[in-house]
């Protein structure tokens, strides 16, 4: 009898602790909001849930989402960059002249694009990192020469991708769509994951985390800071090269007006994530949900056509909030401890 | 008005899990020195930070009273303004400014006036310090004074405020005994013109000769106040360590074994004023098993000399030699592939990540340990946690507990694990007992000796003399930045020490 009793009290309770345990996932907390959002753009749209434009959304946000997972990782270390909307920007302008005009192969055009993104970026870091410029002010700087850069080359226009060499399969490649999605979307899909396995399966995961957490316990701990900084840097750059060579094949045109609000997007979705803001917590899963979240706040707004600049008010909005339900969660995790 | 300038009436606060002040009383008459003594821990500081507004109205239980108003503090500013004074321990001052600017910091234009002038700053500043026979230059660069002149800045400072009480928080530790004899003419002026000096000291001769009263406090609580006719110097000593601490500090036997570490001359430019050493020519040795103390005044180079041989500080010159060989330790990773590890002071500034687990914490020094190819095993990871996690004796639930809800004796010992973790032969601890209870403290001394046993060397930095009296073998004194002497164990007695360190 007692038994029987015990045994339900303990069924109910693994029951709780399962229920508990759930809840104390960060990323669940990020979940249902968005899942709010979504019940609440169908009631107010019915066409939200519309295959075809879910697919849209899809498709739209694993461009600026690469972009993110960089700016993600720089941000978990304690750093932050503006530039990357603006370096986006540059390369595709570079990218497409390399292609079209200066008539480099096809794989030459890419590679010399991911490199410069990625020494670009590097710049940016060795900046902040070596050098200690405020990361905010390094970033903008670059921000304004990667623009002029990018309006130089074109003359505040664009250029035509279509004239370089191997560019057909190149184009065909970036506009289609298997299953509806693109293949961006899988790409993005794909680092996603691998920076997830990364950030929680290896050392360097680790490093990144204590960095942010705390340079000085890192240091400490006898991981050389400056480097894992760096390095995040680079990732970006990386990133923020293939997604311009992405773009490119997907507009087949490298425009100086690319990228414009990139880094608010990324920056949004990161704090969204529930990526501390300061460093130190977050997981590429909570990005994901981020960076689906800004998307889909994006499609209601055009779905309820309010206009561009309603838009980026809004953006601003959802950034402070995100800012302070990031301050309250660190404060509530160190506690009353903190004199 | 009545005969107390403030009263403190039945206060008692909490922080998360610990009580550091339970229903205490304290009272200040006008122009008297009142000493307020107590172990590390019993609460003086808490105290102070009640009086001083630190800890704001609302946080904590009880009154405070002023002539028998009572008053409601929202910031330490409330506390300057209705005439309380504060000189904390800690050193903190502008150093960038002159010093006329940081007197007047806060008052720096006068009462209502739009803009600052710089002349009349000066002056008024030079004045002051006459008066109060305070030996500073206005327009010196407060970066270039020495710790003890910073120490007098911040009460000239505090003084400037016109205050009924002053409140001094070990002001003597930094000082040179000339500056101590101006500063005691100072409270004892102050003291003549009807004002208060609270003193919070360590030291019993400065109790015995300077104030007319003393209250002592243990474990947050009010224990017993003396008149001046009634000093005891034993019994002030029983009552404020309160029970008998002849097994405080275990008894190890280890034997010492070879020259494990050597240094020659070691320099190290300021990283920030030009022209100036951090630390110069500091030579010493350490043996295996050994537990080397470096003893100086805070200021003298021996937190500097640590992180120097931790490799935080790139040499001007000298050399470290480490079991014999030439070793050149340009960072963090160098140091700890050669086997030292560094303690630091303040754990949660450098010591542990505070958004982690236990776990991450513990094995961050030694990824390596755990890896598996590319990633990390989990099961290595939780066997390395759990092993120093029992070995330690660090009380949670389990290796998951976040480090931030741990108590600070806890989380030393975290802290303490990690370092082990790196498997290290030397292991320099800077104040590694600092801010934690008493029975934790044991436990730590307890550690020490268990690792001196397993060929462990230590060099060990302590403001508490009797410690490091207590668990070291031998003494390498530090004053102004360099090495001045050496004692041996049956050598060194507070007294003696003291004199070397202000030689």
Redesign the interface.
């Known amino acids: 009898m007692s038994d029987l009793e015990s045994k339900k009290n303990k069924i109910k309770n693994t029951g709780l602790t399962i229920v508990k345990k759930i809840f104390s996932i960060q990323e669940v907390s990020i979940i249902i909001p968005v899942l709010a959002l979504l019940i609440l753009a169908t009631i107010i749209n019915p066409m939200f849930v519309h295959p075809l434009n879910l697919a849209a959304i899809a498709r739209r946000m694993s461009m600026w989402g690469l972009v993110a997972i960089g700016e993600a990782l720089i941000i978990l270390t304690g750093n932050f960059d503006v530039s990357v909307g603006a370096m986006v920007a540059f390369i595709c302008v570079f990218f497409s002249a390399a292609g079209a005009i200066w008539q480099l192969p096809l794989i030459v055009a890419i590679l010399l694009s991911i490199l410069l993104a990625i020494t670009m970026s590097t710049i940016s870091g060795f900046c902040i990192v070596k050098l200690k410029i405020n990361p905010i002010l390094t970033t903008i700087a670059m921000a304004f020469i990667c623009r002029g850069l990018s309006k130089a080359l074109t003359n505040a226009h664009f250029v035509v991708f279509a004239p370089a060499k191997g560019s057909e399969g190149f184009l065909k490649f970036g506009q289609a769509e298997p299953l509806s999605l693109s293949w961006n979307f899988f790409i993005f899909i794909a680092f996603i994951i691998i920076f997830q396995i990364i950030l929680k ?3 360097y995961g ?2 990144l ?2 960095t942010g ?2 340079s ?9 800071t400056d480097i894992i900084k760096i390095s995040t840097f680079i990732i970006s750059g990386t990133l923020i090269g293939i997604a311009s060579v992405l773009l490119v094949a997907k507009e087949a045109v490298g425009s100086s007006n690319y990228g414009t609000g990139w880094e608010i997007l990324a920056i949004a979705a990161v704090a969204i994530a529930g990526i ?1 803001l300061v460093g ?2 977050g997981s590429m899963i909570g990005l994901l949900i981020g960076v689906i979240m800004m998307q889909c706040i994006y499609n209601i707004l055009i779905l309820l056509q309010i206009n561009q600049h309603m838009q980026s008010i809004l953006l601003g909005v959802i950034m402070i909030l995100s800012v302070i339900i990031d301050l309250k969660r ?1 404060n509530r ?5 903190l ?1 | 008005m009545g005969q107390y300038v403030l009263e403190v009436k039945n206060t008692t606060k909490d922080f998360t899990g610990v009580r550091a002040l339970d229903d205490v009383s304290f009272n200040v008459k006008n122009g008297e020195i009142i000493g307020l003594i107590g172990e590390n821990g019993a609460g003086k500081s808490t105290l102070l930070k009640v009086i001083n507004g630190i800890f704001p109205t609302g946080t904590f239980e009880g009154k405070l009273l002023i002539h028998d108003e009572e008053v409601n503090f929202h910031s330490p500013h409330d506390a300057l303004r209705k005439g309380i004074g504060f000189v904390s321990q800690e050193i903190n001052v502008m150093e960038d400014l002159n010093v006329a600017e940081n007197i007047f910091v806060g008052h720096l234009a006068g009462d209502k006036k739009p803009f600052i002038k710089q002349d009349e700053i000066l002056k008024k500043a030079a004045k002051f310090l006459k008066e109060k026979k305070i030996n500073l230059e206005v327009k010196t660069r407060v970066r270039m004074l020495s710790i003890g002149q910073k120490q007098l800045l911040m009460i000239a400072r505090a003084l400037s405020w016109d205050p009924h009480i002053l409140i001094l928080d070990e002001p003597t530790s930094a000082l040179a005994k000339d500056d101590v004899d101006n500063l005691f003419e100072l409270m004892r002026e102050f003291k003549a013109s009807g004002k208060s000096v609270v003193l919070v000291t360590h030291k019993l001769e400065e109790i015995i000769s300077l104030t007319d009263r003393v209250v002592i406090l243990r474990d947050g609580v009010n224990i017993d106040t003396y008149e001046r006719k009634h000093y005891n110097e034993g019994r002030i000593v029983t009552n404020m360590v309160g029970r008998t601490i002849k097994s405080m500090y275990p008894t190890r036997n280890v034997q010492i074994g070879e020259e494990i570490l050597r240094v020659e001359n070691l320099t190290v430019a300021h990283p920030k004023i030009k022209d100036k050493n951090l630390i110069e020519n500091i030579s010493f040795n350490l043996k295996r098993s050994e537990v080397l103390g470096l003893v100086g005044l805070s200021g003298s180079g021996r937190t500097e000399t640590l992180q120097t041989l931790f490799g935080q500080y790139p040499l001007l010159s000298g050399k470290i030699f480490v079991n014999g060989k030439n070793t050149r330790i340009r960072n963090e990773g160098d140091a700890i592939n050669n086997g030292l590890c560094l303690v630091t002071e303040d754990r949660k500034e450098n010591g542990l990540l505070m958004l982690s687990n236990i776990r991450h914490n513990i094995v961050l020094s030694n990824l390596r340990k755990i890896m598996n190819g590319l990633f990390i095993n989990n099961k290595k990871e939780n066997d390395v946690a759990n092993t120093y996690m029992s070995r330690l004796n660090i009380k949670a639930q389990n290796n998951n507990t976040m480090v931030a809800t741990l108590s600070g004796g806890n989380q030393q010992k975290v802290v303490l694990a990690k370092s082990l973790n790196t498997d290290p032969k030397i292991l320099l601890l800077d104040e590694p007992t600092k801010g934690i209870d008493v029975g934790s403290k044991n436990e730590i001394y307890n550690l020490i000796n268990a690792m001196t046993g397993m060929g462990i060397s230590i060099i060990m930095v302590s403001s508490e003399l009797p410690e490091l009296l207590a668990m070291c073998d031998r003494f390498i004194i530090l004053a102004h930045n360099t090495t001045v002497d050496e004692l041996s164990k049956s050598e060194a007695t507070q007294e003696n020490v003291m004199v070397k360190c202000f030689a």
């Open positions: 399966k290896t050392d680790r490093k985390y204590a957490d705390n000085n316990v890192a240091r400490l701990a006898g991981i050389n501390s130190g917590a660190r995790i160190l506690g009353s401890k004199e």
